[in-house]
């Protein structure tokens, strides 16, 4: 069965830091596909933050989050992360974990499977 979990949201001030997990169990397996991270804030569209490619040696980035955020995987445990430094309040946002097989990797259409979401909630 197809199970993303994410992980590690909160509530912290402006400047600071947060590390999102995202275990996957079954398929799908990082190592085989793309992992994506996703965030809605509120009362906006679902928008692309970042994107690793199955072998983990490629990585994609939104203009709004490049130098602050850094997206990583640990295939043996079949875990992506995505650390977020520098946090700023329209940083605020469900944070959501996809996998898949996209032709543009920020684009939440083009994955096929999605986590729950966990929230991060930025404060000036």
């Known amino acids: 069965a197809v199970h993303l979990v994410e992980s590690g949201g909160g509530s912290v001030q402006a400047g600071g830091s947060l590390r999102l997990s995202c275990a996957a169990s079954?398929?799908?397996?990082?190592?085989?596909?793309?992992m994506g991270w996703f965030r809605q804030p509120p009362g906006k569209e679902r928008e692309g933050v970042a994107a690793?490619?199955?072998?983990?040696?490629?990585?994609a980035y939104a203009d709004s989050v490049k130098g602050r955020f850094t997206i990583s995987k640990d295939d043996a445990k079949n875990t992506v992360y995505l650390q977020m430094n520098s946090l700023k309040p329209e940083d605020t946002a469900m944070y959501y974990c996809?996998?898949?097989?996209?032709?543009?990797?920020?684009?939440?259409?083009?994955?096929?499977?999605w986590g729950q979401g966990t929230q991060v909630t930025v404060s000036s």
């Open positions: 996809a996998a898949g097989f996209p032709a543009r990797w920020l684009v939440d259409y083009d994955y096929q499977y």
């Open positions: 079954e398929w799908p397996n990082t190592h085989d596909t793309h």
């Open positions: 690793i490619d199955p072998s983990g040696g490629v990585t």
